[in-house]
């Protein structure tokens, strides 16, 4: 099981990125799905989450400016980032609840993904 985070990357202020973060592997079912960030000499912080009938919520700093979403047939969420300002550079995280069998109870409730790196210059 794994948690693949893609499409960070170095971008001017004002400019966009769209991140990406796919679960593969033996999983049934995805419940919350998110996106932390952790800059450099600071702790790991919450930018945004959805749940798995598409309720999201976002950390102040990034409302209309970012948005959350997921595929649920695809396992894969998005971060679609707008207007970046320097102090969003940090490395984003996705971080998954997966269920891996409900019969049983197996399930990963706060799986993370490798981080991708997010630079926004002045």
């Known amino acids: 099981v794994q948690l693949q985070a893609s499409g960070g990357g170095l971008v001017q202020a004002g400019g966009s990125l769209r991140l990406s973060c796919a679960a593969s592997?033996?999983?049934?079912?995805?419940?919350?799905m998110g996106w932390y960030r952790q800059a450099p000499g600071k702790q790991r912080e919450l930018v945004a989450t959805?749940?798995?009938?598409?309720?999201?919520y976002y950390q102040n700093s990034v409302k209309g400016r970012f948005t959350i979403s997921r595929d649920s047939a695809e396992n894969t969420v998005y971060l679609q980032m707008n207007s970046l300002k320097p102090e969003d550079t940090a490395v984003y995280y996705c971080?998954?609840?997966?269920?891996?069998?409900?019969?049983?109870?197996?399930?990963?409730?706060?799986?993370w993904g490798q981080g991708t790196q997010v630079t926004v210059s002045s």
């Open positions: 592997g033996n999983i049934f079912s995805i419940n919350d």
């Open positions: 959805i749940t798995s009938v598409g309720s999201t």
């Open positions: 971080n998954a609840h997966l269920i891996m069998s409900p019969e049983r109870g197996l399930r990963l409730p706060n799986f």
